[in-house]
Structures are given as C-alpha cells and as structure tokens.
C-alpha cells in the first residue's frame, strides 16, 4: 500500500492528538437522548409555571374530519394564569366510532348535542359523497363526432 495513502488513512481515524489510540467516535444511545429531551421539556414547563395534573387516565381531541386522537394516560401539564396546557404521551388516531361507546358516560348535555350534530353533518357529506359516486359511474357519454370515417 502506498505509504501517503496509509498515512492519511490513519490520521483519520485519531480521535485525539499524537500518542492517542485510534478509536471510532462514539455515538449517545438514543434513550440517553431522550432523556436529554424530557429534561428540556421539564426546564421549559417549569419556565411557564405548569403544575403537573394527576390522575388524568384519557384525553380525547375531537378533528374537523371526524377523526379523534386518543392519549391513554398521559403526562398532562396547565397553568391557569398563562392559559397554556400541554399533553404528551403516546397518541393514537382513532374514528369516532371506536371511541363514542367509552365517551358516552362521560359527555354532558351540551357535548351530546353537538356530538349528535357532528355526526349528523358527517352523514350527510357521506351521503353526498356517496350520491356524486354513484351518478358518475352509471352514465355514459353520448357520442358526438364520428370518428371513424376518413375524409
């Protein structure tokens, strides 16, 4: 092997100066990075003043499609002076009809009322999706010109 290419082959792979041992870099684990970043999220809460609610099991966060992201048991923080709250946790994205029958007992009258007309909004665009699908597929369009002919 040429002796310039070995010479900077090994100047290379030293970490340290001259009289180091040669060692590859060392790469952080990922949980220690992890780690790093809940110590972040933890300054960063306590720089707004967020207490830690206990006992919290669920949270549901309703989306204009009608779709719903579930926590089960997550972390919840909130300050009630800076109107701020923050959830995390492992989030899962479900329909509203996987969650509606464990929400049900839950629900006051005010929420049942706009659940029933949100679900009754998602029918009826269900329903005009459904209607346009059907009217495209049965017609077939006549013919103008013919085509067929050569001049």
């Known amino acids: 092997?040429?002796?310039?290419?070995?010479?900077?082959?090994?100047?290379?792979a030293r970490i340290g100066g001259k009289g180091t041992p040669r060692?590859?870099?060392?790469?952080p684990s990922k949980s220690?990075?992890?780690?790093?970043?809940?110590?972040?999220?933890?300054?960063?809460?306590?720089?707004l003043n967020?207490?830690?609610?206990?006992?919290?099991?669920?949270?549901?966060?309703?989306?204009?499609?009608g779709g719903v992201i579930n926590f089960r048991a997550p972390t919840v923080h909130s300050s009630l002076p800076n109107e701020t709250t923050a959830i995390y946790g492992k989030a899962e994205?479900?329909?509203l009809s996987e969650i509606l029958?464990?929400?049900l007992n839950n629900l006051g009258p005010e929420s049942l009322t706009a659940l029933r007309q949100m679900a009754e909004q998602l029918k009826v665009s269900e329903g005009e999706k459904g209607a346009d699908a059907?009217?495209?597929?049965?017609?077939?369009?006549?013919?103008?010109?013919?085509?067929?002919?050569q001049d």
């Open 1 to 12: 092997m040429d002796p310039s290419k070995l010479a900077k082959l090994q100047a290379g």
């Open 23 to 27: 060692r590859k870099v060392k790469k």
């Open 32 to 47: 220690a990075m992890s780690a790093a970043d809940d110590k972040k999220v933890q300054g960063a809460l306590k720089k």
């Open 50 to 65: 967020m207490q830690n609610l206990a006992g919290i099991q669920e949270v549901n966060m309703f989306k204009e499609d």
């Open 93 to 95: 994205e479900k329909t």
């Open 101 to 103: 029958p464990g929400i």
């Open 134 to 149: 059907q009217a495209d597929d049965g017609e077939i369009p006549d013919l103008v010109e013919k085509f067929d002919e």
